[in-house]
């Protein structure tokens, strides 16, 4: 069926290191790709999205990257700082849904000082 | 300005109990929607609601039915709690595309 997937459950970083953190997807006919962020004991925060018909786009300290040859989207994290520890969702819209997203399993992100 | 609310925070219920979870949003949105969060399994998504009047059934509407206020609110109710309900139940808002989607701060279930 389709879903969106994470390569890696988790992901332990230094301070100041950039992190990359992966996403595998099935549906080719997504209009959109997004980042979320969840911190512990919230909810789920929207980072970053991109369209379909791009590569790549950028944000503040974030960049995402999408390959759809081989249906992987990336986030990338410049200078990861504590604060950026939390579990990192990507999610998708698939083109028969409406409004309603797909989410990915999540990966933990762990940065230590 | 609270976003979206969500109450209670936490509850416990008994199998064969029944319950209602509350959304609430202040941001003037047309789309609200339930998810549920399961250790492992990311959010699924339960019911949504494009618009004040209409629902949908997500991934997994089983044991659950919605109801759309208004425009600010839209409950989730469990008619007869079952322990596979356990969650963590998150409730959403968004406008016109869905993608930015504003959650709530989340209500964790246990059901024994």
């Known amino acids: 069926g389709e879903s969106v997937g994470l390569h890696l459950p988790t992901l332990s970083v230094q301070e100041g290191d950039n992190s990359i953190i992966n996403c595998a997807y099935s549906?080719?006919?997504?209009?959109?790709f997004i980042w979320y962020k969840q911190e512990s004991g919230k909810g789920p925060q929207f980072i970053i999205d991109?369209?379909?018909?791009?590569d790549k786009r950028q944000g503040q300290r974030v960049t995402v990257l999408l390959n759809k040859t081989v249906k992987h989207l990336s986030l990338q994290i410049a200078a990861t700082q504590p604060g950026d520890s939390a579990v990192y969702f990507c999610?998708?819209?698939?083109?028969?849904?409406?409004?309603?997203?797909?989410f990915g399993k999540g990966t933990t992100l762990s940065v230590s000082s | 300005n609270a976003g979206v609310t969500q109450t209670p925070k936490f509850q416990v219920l008994k199998t064969g109990q029944s319950m209602t979870l509350q959304c609430a949003q202040d941001m003037n949105h047309n789309s609200m929607y339930w998810y549920r969060q399961d250790p492992g399994m990311g959010l699924r998504l339960i019911y949504y609601s494009a618009s004040e009047g209409t629902t949908d059934k997500g991934e997994v509407p089983n044991g659950y039915n919605v109801s759309r206020l208004n425009k600010r609110e839209f409950s989730l109710r469990l008619e007869s709690a079952a322990p596979s309900q356990t969650s963590v139940y998150f409730c959403?808002?968004?406008?016109?595309?869905?993608?930015?989607?504003?959650f709530g701060p989340g209500t964790r279930l246990t059901v024994t």
């Open positions: 999610a998708e819209t698939p083109h028969q849904a409406g409004t309603a997203l797909i």
């Open positions: 959403a808002s968004s406008g016109e595309t869905g993608r930015e989607q504003y």
């Open positions: 991109i369209r379909s018909n791009m």
């Open positions: 549906n080719s006919a997504s209009d959109y």
